[in-house]
Nanobody, 130 residues
Framework: QVQLVESGGGSVQAGGSLRLSCAASGYNSNNHCMAWFRQAPGKKREGVAAVYGVDRNTYYTEAVQGRFNVSRDNGDNTLYLQMTSLKPEDTAMYFC???????????????????????WGQGTQVTVSS
């Protein structure tokens, strides 16, 4: 049974940092895509960052480029999201997701799409105060 368990969320002031972790069990496909999505109250869920492909390519949505860093440790099958210079607009529930192929959507549309992901975590809350 596949499980994705997020941790590391919390409350910080603007300008602060947090590191999210996603521990994957029962899922170890190194070439697959692992990603972070987020959903703010009243808004649609959006793809934030991903690691994909044999070359460990990375993707970031424009709003977090230069501030967030996504990485994957295959040794312990964990996905990380290092978030710095946090802004109030980063406040959201952050979800970890895994799926076989997110490259097509990234190349064709420039975004992550939810239908490419077959497994989801329960989420971890990030709150950034001004």
């Amino acid at each position: 049974q596949v499980q994705l368990v997020e941790s590391g969320g919390g409350s910080v002031q603007a300008g602060g940092s947090l590191r999210l972790s996603c521990a994957a069990s029962g899922y170890n496909s190194n070439n697959h895509c692992m990603a972070w999505f987020r959903q703010a109250p009243g808004k649609k869920r959006e793809g934030v960052a991903a690691v994909y492909g044999v070359d460990r390519n990375t993707y970031y949505t424009e709003a977090v480029q230069g501030r967030f860093n996504v990485s994957r440790d295959n040794g312990d099958n964990t996905l990380y999201l290092q978030m710095t210079s946090l802004k109030p607009e980063d406040t959201a529930m952050y979800f970890c997701a895994a799926g076989p192929n997110c490259m097509r959507a990234i190349q064709a549309l420039g975004v992550l799409v939810e239908i490419d992901f077959t497994h989801w975590g329960q989420g971890t809350q990030v709150t950034v105060s001004s």
